[in-house]
């Protein structure tokens, strides 16, 4: 099964910087699409950067200039630097990634989205 397993949320004051790395595991033949996303109370999940196999990386506008998607396709990881964080980026992120994969024995190869448990980002004032 694969799965994403995702790493370094916490607490930091305005003006900081964390960086959240999700890693993908499993039996994957490939990966199409790497990304972030966010939910904060009471809102609705929005993306936040994605970075597709050989396309142009997407930023909502809200976080340009201030967080940078990468990617480490050896490691089937992808990280997300947040810079110069504001308390109104507070919110669970989630990665998430177009993984091509073989479910069960027998199942030809097919491309699958799949979403990490969430991981906590606060930014207090």
């Known amino acids: 099964q694969v799965q994403l397993v995702e790493s370094g949320g916490g607490l930091v004051q305005a003006g900081g910087s964390l960086r959240l790395s999700c890693a993908a595991s499993?039996?994957?033949?490939?990966?199409?699409?790497m990304g972030w996303y966010r939910q904060a109370p009471g809102k609705q999940r929005e993306l936040v950067a994605n970075?597709?196999?050989?396309?142009?990386?997407n930023y909502v506008d809200s976080i340009k200039g201030r967080f940078t998607i990468s990617r480490d396709n050896a490691k089937n990881t992808v990280y997300l630097q947040m810079d110069s964080l504001k308390p109104e980026d507070t919110a669970v992120y989630y990665c998430?990634?177009?993984?091509?994969?073989?479910?069960?024995?027998?199942?030809?190869?097919?491309?699958?989205?799949?979403w990490g448990q969430g991981t906590q980002v606060t930014v207090s004032s």
């Open positions: 998430n990634a177009e993984i091509v994969t073989s479910p069960s024995p027998g199942l030809s190869p097919a491309s699958y989205n799949y």
């Open positions: 970075m597709p196999s050989g396309g142009r990386i």
């Open positions: 499993g039996r994957i033949f490939s990966i199409n699409n």
